[in-house]
């Protein structure tokens, strides 16, 4: 029997945890997003439409732009102005395509006030300038009277924006500039004294963070510049083997592989314990906030595709990592702001697929809508925990909508047995608002464009009550989301 209870000390499951990602890689801007306002497919100031309604149903609440190591190349100023203004570059990282430059900085802007989202723009550090990056900020939030201002107002955009996120930098490490951790610590303090507050735009400046299990980059960033920082990245990526020589396939895998997957995925827990560790040794306050701006799956590229470009199916399996992240980050609310999935439409874990016309909804994008009743929900504390069935996992909050309702998610990942998990509520149950499941006959069950709608969310009938007791009969390889509305 787990307990769920309410703990003053227990922090609120900050929205952005749910974030998303999107580079300039494949055809996650151009195609994904991007069509232009003539083309055929429906659009609005260039934006396809399908894929904002779809997003906004799963409340996207920040994108994180232009890159990715394309960030690190990027000069935002070949991306402003008339059309035939814009400079195209080689996109040397992802398949050396050209990329024509024509999605900048006021499209990105459009893209966030479609979305309802807020911005995180990752600055250039591996190739650019000091003056380049501050040069951006200005253009983008000071309001009038400097060179950079009067050139936004040129070029149509008289308010400025907001940016309450700047990256200064992205996997410094390596494709970043290939920096040891101290170089990156004294160019990071460099770069962050010129990313300047303007009006009443607040800029919470994260540094690049850690591959995976470097604690060496996260101690020398802590304690050569955590005063000089809000938050600190992490990236890590979720491979059925491990390794980046042979990732594994996004299709086609059996038991094994599945189970593999998982332990990966569960691995951010480690991840976070330790990073976190080291940060609360510098900073016992949690100040600085842990962003985990690049997470998720990642497997071989698929045949036939361009192996720069990153595509890959989706299937129940994503779905089971992208819950399972989901648990871990709430577990580690006190210190982690932000995550941002890698990446948002047609590129590694995608919500969304296109095919030209075509958009079709992945597994992992039903995962996003199955628990948006937690964002800035406050976390609620487990007891009993171990006692949970085996492969199967929990979480739970109270929401921030002022309803005071309840929220339990949960996983089944075991291939085999159905679990049944036993919680007791802060309260007696008056009703149930809510109670869905994303599960299919399959583990590797996927939504095609030809069978678009082979996996989905239902109505979960495996959710029994009695007084303050929740009992969930969870089938395998399933996700459930129960909202309850307490007496
Ligand atoms: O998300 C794809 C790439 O993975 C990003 O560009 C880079 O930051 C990471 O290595």
């Not at 055809?27 to 306002?37: D, P, Q, S």
């Not at 394309?70 to 100023?77: I, N, S, V």
């Not at 976390?379 to 005071?404: K, V």
């Amino acid at each position: 029997m787990v307990t769920v209870a309410l703990s003053p000390s227990a922090p609120v499951i900050d929205r952005r945890i749910y974030g998303q990602f999107a580079e300039h890689l494949g055809r996650g801007i151009y195609e994904g997003l991007w069509v232009g306002a003539d083309s055929d497919i429906a659009n609005k100031n260039g934006i396809r439409r399908d894929v904002i309604a779809a997003l906004r149903d799963i409340k996207v609440p920040v994108v994180r732009w232009p890159g990715g190591c394309f960030a690190d190349e990027y000069h935002w100023m070949k991306g402003i102005g008339a059309p035939d203004e814009r400079q195209a570059m080689v996109n040397t990282h992802w398949g050396g395509v050209v990329e024509p430059n024509e999605f900048g900085t006021h499209e990105y802007f459009e893209l966030l006030d479609q979305l309802d989202a807020e911005a995180y723009i990752c600055g250039n550090v591996g190739s650019g300038a000091v003056a380049e990056m501050a040069d951006w900020v200005e253009y983008m939030t000071l309001d009038a009277g400097s060179p950079m201002a009067e050139l936004r107002r040129r070029h149509g955009r008289e308010q400025p924006w907001r940016v309450p996120f700047f990256g200064v930098g992205n996997e410094n490490w390596g494709c970043g500039g290939n920096m040891l951790p101290l170089h990156y610590a004294n160019l990071y303090r460099q770069f962050q004294t010129y990313v300047r507050n303007y009006g009443d735009n607040r800029i919470t400046k994260v540094a690049g963070g850690a591959n995976a299990g470097d604690y060496e980059w996260t101690e020398v960033l802590m304690a050569r510049a955590a005063g000089h920082m809000d938050g600190l990245s992490l990236h890590y990526y979720t491979l059925p083997t491990g390794d980046f020589g042979v990732k594994g396939a996004a299709l086609g895998f059996g038991e094994a592989e599945w189970y593999a997957t998982i332990d990966h995925a569960r691995h951010m827990d480690t991840l976070l314990t330790r990073h976190g560790e080291v940060m609360d040794k510098h900073d016992p306050g949690r100040r600085v906030g842990l962003y985990v701006d690049e997470w998720g799956t990642w497997y071989d590229a698929a045949e036939g595709t361009n192996p720069g470009f990153l595509w890959q199916q989706n299937t129940m399996r994503d779905a089971m990592v992208a819950a399972l992240h989901f648990h871990i980050f709430h577990k580690h609310a006190a210190r982690v702001r932000m995550a941002n999935i890698a990446q948002m439409v047609n590129v590694l874990q995608a919500m969304l697929l296109t095919d030209g016309p075509r958009m079709i909804k992945t597994p992992t994008y039903f995962a996003f809508q199955l628990y948006t009743d937690h964002h800035d929900a406050q976390l609620l504390e487990l007891g009993g925990a171990e006692e949970l069935p085996a492969h199967t996992d929990l979480t739970a909050s109270r929401a921030g909508d002022g309803s005071d309702d309840v929220t339990v998610s949960a996983v089944n990942y075991d291939l085999e047995r159905t679990a049944v998990v036993e919680v007791t509520l802060p309260g007696r149950v008056r009703e149930l608002v809510r109670a869905d499941i994303l599960a299919a006959d399959r583990f590797d069950a996927h939504n095609t464009f030809e069978a678009p709608d082979a996996v989905g969310i239902s109505a979960f009938e495996g959710a029994d009550v009695a007084g303050d007791r929740l009992t969930l009969t969870l089938p395998p390889h399933s996700i459930v989301t129960v909202r309850s509305r307490l007496a």
